[in-house]
């Protein structure tokens, strides 16, 4: 019997309760599985077929740790989904630089190196943004992110200033009103192909989606041309990875790509009628 390892961390030893489902679902395809903490030191990874990373939700706090992690695997030729390569890609969200070079329509953004001495008034007012978020551009669940307006106190800049030189790299992507109001899509997808779709809402007067900070997040059906912008997002990166969420807004029946998440992202297979097996399907036609 094939056996496959389930990355996950400290925090989460037995995985997250939505993840726990794909173990059943493994199981019935005749396949064992287990949850592994990526950094414990005594594992054995050399036991399994192939580790496929899930709730890894510590890794932007430990990239480098992480990263090292990935090369062991990828060294002693133990299979990793997603691949070695889509995993130090995705990991620093420049990547959204290379999508936007495909004619892939992400938010606005703004990259700042360390230390840069940029102004946020006059940014906002170079650009035309009434409104800005800030983070890091390795960051997971809202780690870090923040809103920003024209109208902010002078304390916002000094905030900006104290990242600047905490972190390599700051990004700040102009803040759209419309997640406020229709929310944020996320597109599940196994194998390239599209599993189910949520919309994930704040909580009022709050920007973020995270249930971390009050937001809620429900089974949703798409619209075709939606879908189609989904794929040709996930498309762009010219792999097929195993799995893959697409988050987005619409506008205008456009989708405005706002990150595509290819590392540790909650898949919503509780949502997902069937989920669980499709992704335990498309992960046992890996190996």
Known sequence: ??????????????????????????????????????????ANWQEFSCVVIRS????????????????????????????????????????????????????????????????????????????????????????QTWLTCFDSPDSDQTKLEKMLTELPEVMIQEFLNVIRIGGEWSFIFFDGRFSHAVVKKPQAGDFRVQDDFGGTAFRQEPGQHLIKQAEAILQAIDVVPLYARVDGIETDGKLILMELELIEPALFLGVGEGASNRFAKAITQRF
Not at 3 to 30: F, H, V
Request: hydrophobic share 40%.
């Open 1 to 42: 019997m094939q056996k496959i390892g389930l990355a996950t961390c400290s925090k989460l030893p037995q995985l997250t309760d939505d993840d726990r489902l794909l173990l059943n679902s493994l199981g019935q395809a005749g396949v064992s599985a287990q949850p592994v903490v990526w950094d414990d030191r005594e």
């Open 56 to 143: 890894c939700w510590d890794y932007h706090n430990r990239l480098d740790e992480f990263l090292d992690w990935v090369d062991l695997l990828e060294k002693q030729n133990i299979p990793l989904l997603n691949p070695p390569d889509i995993i130090r890609w995705n990991c620093n969200k420049r990547y959204l630089l290379d999508l936007e070079a495909k004619d892939i329509l992400i938010v606005p953004t703004i990259f700042l190196q360390s230390n840069s001495t940029e102004n946020i008034k006059q940014l906002l007012k170079d650009h035309d943004w009434q409104r800005a978020v800030i983070k890091p551009t390795v960051s997971a669940t809202a780690h």
